[in-house]
Nanobody, 117 residues
């Protein structure tokens, strides 16, 4: 019943910026943590950034200082601002929410970010 839809991906040159959005809908009563994951071509999915119920954030070392995770609770939307993009940031980016009540994980279908000249 819960659905997550990512948007904002696309092709960008190295050094450029993108902002990803994740719109959540459905019966979400409480959230423990929200995050962004990514899966580079031929590699495993990895955590990029997360934000807890209390607003605490954490980032992968590879994106620290370049990416910023944020949320708009009123709109049930999660964001990932990506600056100074590098070719190695190329991946499918996925939005994730963990329910506080049930512990169930919800995933979006992903949005592709390609960093290339």
């Amino acid at each position: 019943q819960v659905q997550l839809v990512e948007s904002g991906g696309g092709l960008v040159q190295p050094g450029g910026s993108l902002r990803l959005s994740c719109a959540a809908s459905g019966s979400i009563f409480s959230i423990a943590v929200m995050g962004w994951y990514r899966q580079p071509p031929g590699e495993q999915r990895e955590l990029v950034a997360a934000i807890t119920r209390a607003g605490t954030t954490n980032y992968a070392d590879s994106v620290k200082g370049r990416f910023t995770i944020s949320r708009d609770s009123a709109k049930n939307t999660l964001y990932l601002q990506m600056n100074s993009l590098k070719p190695e940031d190329t991946a499918v980016y996925y939005c994730n929410i963990r329910s506080l009540a049930s512990g169930v994980l919800y995933w979006g279908k992903g949005t592709l970010v390609t960093v290339s000249s």
